[in-house]
């Protein structure tokens, strides 16, 4: 659909409780209701339906899990250090 999640609303209600209600979370994808898709307001709607879900110790704990995985594979995680430069071959970093 080519229709804003407000174009949408401006067909359902002029409740502006009710809107604010059913579009609170436009945070989440980045857009005001006058900017953003439709559809994707409904995707993230339908999303929280059955519950959000959030990682146990909180998002942090995406890092912590993978820097056993990178040091396995012969990486560095490095925290807060200066980048001078970048080595790229065939397109990608080594």
Request: charged share 10%; aromatic share 8%; hydrophobic share 35%.
């Given at each position: 659909?080519?229709?804003?999640?407000?174009?949408?609303?401006?067909?359902?209600?002029?409740?502006?409780?009710l809107?604010?209600?059913?579009?609170?979370?436009w945070?989440?994808?980045?857009?005001?209701?006058?900017?953003?898709?439709?559809?994707?307001?409904?995707?993230?709607?339908?999303?929280y339906?059955?519950?959000?879900?959030?990682?146990?110790?909180?998002?942090?704990?995406?890092?912590?899990?993978?820097?056993?995985?990178?040091?396995?594979?012969?990486?560095?995680?490095?925290v807060?250090?200066?980048?001078?430069?970048?080595m790229?071959?065939?397109?990608r970093?080594?």
């Amino acid at each position: 659909s080519n229709m804003t999640t407000e174009q949408a609303l401006d067909g359902i209600t002029s409740n502006k409780a009710l809107r604010g209600l059913l579009t609170y979370h436009w945070g989440n994808y980045g857009l005001p209701p006058h900017s953003s898709s439709w559809a994707v307001h409904c995707m993230v709607t339908n999303h929280y339906l059955d519950g959000a879900h959030f990682p146990l110790g909180g998002s942090s704990q995406f890092a912590a899990r993978l820097i056993p995985t990178i040091k396995e594979a012969g990486g560095a995680v490095l925290v807060r250090a200066p980048v001078c430069s970048l080595m790229v071959e065939g397109g990608r970093c080594c």
